[in-house]
């Protein structure tokens, strides 16, 4: 095995593929990443949840596959000079060379490499890179950490003729995106649940770019193909929430606000709120106006925020952090508040246009004291 590659491009490589790698695992082979020279150069990180194999230009003179340590073949790229890197194999004796600087590593054999599941092409669909990392970012941070209901702890991903809407919910909050698609392919409508740690690895493979990226849904696995990137993760089995039995539509106080405005007037109030010192947010919706107040153990806080709309006054108490979550996630100027008691969830929905996203938060029981 022997190949040249621009540094740059090689250390991008493993970046990619090193986010698949099990830190610490009882099978040694998947510490590893395993490369693969053949009509080009294949990188492959694999933890037996989430696997990514990503292509590099390389000038590749004999084929071959091995495994390699994924911290100590990282850590020497990235540390070696700004030049072409020149890598042979003989054995298992792997010789990297780059500019004045050369190791000699010993890597081991790709067959202890599990192989990555292949994904049957049943269900799929194409979508600019830019907007399913989007869709992704704005609905990750409601996927639920409890390990008590597993299906929640990735998103749905649903896809029909519209387009393709992404949910997240916790049991406190629920994040929704919508995007329409470039083209489709199998059941008019089908959806899937993906971990929630695999989408994160999806966003960041993402570029801000129209790209076309492809989602394809397997019988028991889900495809990711983005750019020379694929990435393949277990489908989470499961009843996912019947969100649309949840959201409450029909809410008798709408008003609107600047989302930036309303977040700051938040993050203001929230200065005196901190793990040890909890509080919820006692908001008052009046005319034209949010008041926002807190009171912990150190003192008080009060903010008030121009809203368009008549709150008729209602009080409604809310975690701080699940409201302005949803606030940052908003990808929108104006937002409207939909509420309709102090003990219904609040619905966020874009103030004008299509409702591409909608985020619910439910409220938190105040103390008359506060």
Same mark, same amino acid.
């Given at each position: 095995?022997?190949?040249?590659?621009?540094?740059?491009?090689?250390?991008?490589?493993?970046?990619?593929?090193?986010?698949?790698?099990?830190?610490?695992?009882?099978? /040694?082979?998947?510490?590893?990443?395993?490369?693969?020279?053949?009509?080009?150069?294949?990188?492959?990180?694999?933890?037996?949840?989430?696997?990514?194999?990503?292509?590099?230009? !390389?000038?590749?003179?004999?084929?071959?596959?091995?495994?390699?340590?994924?911290?100590?073949?990282?850590?020497?790229?990235?540390?070696?000079?700004?030049?072409?890197?020149?890598?042979?194999?003989?054995?298992?004796?792997?010789?990297?060379?780059?500019?004045? $600087?050369?190791?000699?590593?010993?890597?081991?054999? /790709?067959?202890? &490499?599990?192989?990555?599941?292949?994904?049957?092409?049943?269900?799929?669909?194409?979508?600019?890179?830019?907007?399913?990392?989007?869709?992704?970012?704005?609905?990750? &941070?409601?996927? $639920?950490?409890?390990?008590?209901? /597993?299906?929640?702890?990735?998103?749905?991903?649903?896809?029909?003729?519209?387009?393709?809407?992404?949910?997240?919910?916790?049991?406190?909050?629920?994040?929704?995106?919508?995007?329409?698609?470039?083209?489709?392919?199998?059941?008019?409508?089908? $959806?899937?649940?993906? /971990?929630? !740690?695999?989408?994160?690895?999806?966003?960041?493979?993402?570029?801000?770019?129209?790209?076309?990226?492809?989602?394809?849904?397997?019988?028991?696995?889900?495809?990711?193909?983005?750019?020379?990137?694929?990435?393949?993760?277990?489908?989470?089995?499961?009843? &996912?929430?019947?969100?649309?039995?949840?959201?409450?539509?029909?809410?008798?106080?709408?008003?609107?606000?600047?989302?930036?405005?309303?977040?700051?007037?938040?993050?203001?109030?929230?200065?005196?709120? $901190?793990?040890?010192?909890?509080?919820?947010?006692?908001?008052?919706?009046?005319?034209?106006?949010?008041?926002?107040?807190?009171?912990?153990?150190?003192?008080?806080? !009060?903010?008030?925020?121009?809203?368009?709309?008549?709150?008729?006054?209602?009080?409604?108490?809310?975690?701080?952090?699940?409201?302005?979550?949803?606030?940052?996630?908003?990808?929108?100027?104006?937002?409207?508040?939909?509420?309709?008691?102090?003990? !219904?969830?609040?619905?966020?929905?874009?103030?004008?246009?299509?409702?591409? &996203?909608?985020?619910?938060?439910?409220?938190?029981?105040?103390?008359?004291?506060?």
């Amino acid at each position: 095995m022997k190949f040249s590659c621009e540094k740059a491009l090689l250390q991008s490589a493993i970046g990619t593929a090193a986010r698949a790698v099990s830190p610490k695992s009882s099978i /040694p082979a998947l510490e590893g990443i395993l490369l693969e020279a053949g009509n080009d150069l294949r990188l492959t990180g694999y933890n037996l949840e989430t696997g990514i194999r990503t292509t590099v230009p !390389a000038q590749i003179e004999q084929g071959g596959s091995l495994v390699l340590s994924a911290r100590l073949f990282g850590e020497i790229i990235r540390k070696l000079p700004d030049d072409v890197v020149v890598f042979s194999a003989d054995g298992y004796m792997v010789h990297i060379s780059c500019g004045m $600087s050369h190791f000699n590593i010993l890597a081991t054999d /790709p067959e202890d &490499f599990p192989e990555l599941p292949s994904v049957e092409d049943k269900n799929g669909f194409t979508i600019k890179q830019s907007a399913l990392g989007s869709m992704i970012r704005q609905t990750l &941070f409601a996927v $639920s950490d409890n390990e008590s209901r /597993p299906i929640h702890t990735g998103s749905l991903f649903e896809v029909d003729s519209t387009g393709v809407t992404v949910v997240s919910v916790d049991g406190y909050r629920l994040a929704l995106r919508h995007e329409s698609i470039e083209e489709s392919g199998g059941l008019p409508s089908y $959806s899937f649940v993906v /971990p929630g !740690a695999a989408l994160n690895e999806v966003e960041k493979i993402c570029s801000d770019v129209d790209d076309p990226a492809t989602v394809t849904q397997g019988e028991r696995h889900v495809l990711f193909r983005i750019g020379d990137t694929m990435l393949v993760s277990r489908r989470l089995e499961g009843e &996912f929430l019947a969100y649309r039995n949840a959201i409450p539509r029909n809410n008798t106080i709408q008003v609107v606000g600047e989302t930036r405005k309303l977040l700051a007037s938040i993050d203001r109030v929230s200065l005196i709120i $901190s793990d040890k010192l909890k509080s919820p947010l006692r908001c008052i919706f009046g005319d034209n106006v949010l008041s926002i107040t807190t009171k912990t153990g150190i003192g008080d806080a !009060a903010d008030q925020c121009p809203i368009e709309g008549d709150g008729g006054g209602l009080e409604i108490g809310f975690n701080n952090r699940y409201l302005m979550d949803a606030l940052k996630a908003a990808p929108a100027e104006k937002v409207r508040l939909e509420l309709i008691s102090g003990v !219904a969830p609040c619905v966020i929905l874009p103030a004008e246009g299509e409702e591409n &996203f909608l985020y619910m938060v439910l409220p938190v029981r105040l103390k008359a004291s506060e």
